[in-house]
């Protein structure tokens, strides 16, 4: 029988079940989607449901305490030194109006990775692939993208921003199916976020489904006046993006 690393703890056990925390060993995969996890995933990367027993913020999933992984510190590392190296150089890149749907642009200056936290991880990373998606950097979009995907799956909390960034990623990487299960999933929550028929219409516009598109554009529109006066900050983040889309919506709306 064959010594494994525990999927949950890391610790090299044998058999179906890990003999210091009882995981499953084997490669973890979501309930909802069947999507293969990466190691302590809190959240599915395809399509953005909570992982049953993931390990908590405080160290625990299930009532039981889990030890700190030496592998994960080494991963936490590595991460900030590809991070410290990659933003050094980086200076503020302003948006493409021909793109709206890139979100924030990149900030200057490297960023204090002693105060940086998962999300502003998240964010760094994914604010620097949408440049490159603008600048035509396709080999920057596909280096970073699995990385970017890796500090979504391991933030303690997602909200619909964060569902949004990540679909925005996997669009870029051509995975329209995991975009397509993130924008749903925004929607399934709160059904008349503007996100998810954004989304939604990014999906119709890769893939040219014409009548899709037009669907997406119409949920907008009937939600529009409504949520753009909400105080959400993801819609203060992402206004002109969402007046262009608006645009766009009702300029398309009124020729057909």
């Not at 980086?90 to 979100?103: F, N, Y």
């Not at 870029?172 to 503007?194: F, N, V």
């Not at 949920?219 to 006046?225: M, S």
Request: aromatic share 6%.
């Amino acid at each position: 029988m064959t010594t494994e690393s525990c999927p949950s703890c890391g610790a090299r056990s044998q058999g179906k079940f890990c003999s210091e925390c009882g995981a499953p060993m084997g490669a973890p995969t979501c309930p909802s989607c069947g999507v293969k996890l990466g190691r302590g995933a809190r959240f599915c990367t395809s399509c953005g449901k909570a992982v049953p027993g993931a390990t908590t913020a405080g160290g625990t999933s299930g009532g039981r305490r889990f030890p700190v992984l030496p592998v994960a510190v080494a991963g936490v590392a590595v991460l900030a030194l590809v991070l410290a190296l990659l933003f050094r150089s980086q200076s503020p890149q302003p948006p493409i109006p021909s793109v709206p749907l890139t979100g924030s642009s990149v900030g200057g200056g490297p960023p204090d990775l002693s105060q940086m936290t998962p999300r502003q991880q998240f964010d760094r990373l994914y604010n620097r692939i949408m440049t490159a998606a603008e600048q035509g950097d396709t080999a920057t979009v596909a280096s970073f993208s699995p990385m970017a995907l890796q500090a979504y799956g391991n933030l303690e909390v997602v909200d619909a921003d964060a569902r949004y960034h990540a679909a925005m990623l996997q669009l870029h990487s051509g995975d329209l199916e995991a975009a397509q299960q993130l924008a749903d999933s925004i929607l399934s929550e709160q059904p008349d976020h503007l996100f998810g028929f954004v989304l939604r219409a990014a999906v119709a516009r890769f893939t040219g489904d014409s009548e899709k598109l037009a669907k997406a554009r119409a949920g907008f529109l009937a939600v529009w006046e409504n949520q753009i006066g909400n105080p959400r900050p993801e819609y203060e983040d992402h206004r002109p993006m969402l007046d262009e889309f608006a645009r766009t919506a009702q300029a398309e709306g009124s020729s057909r």
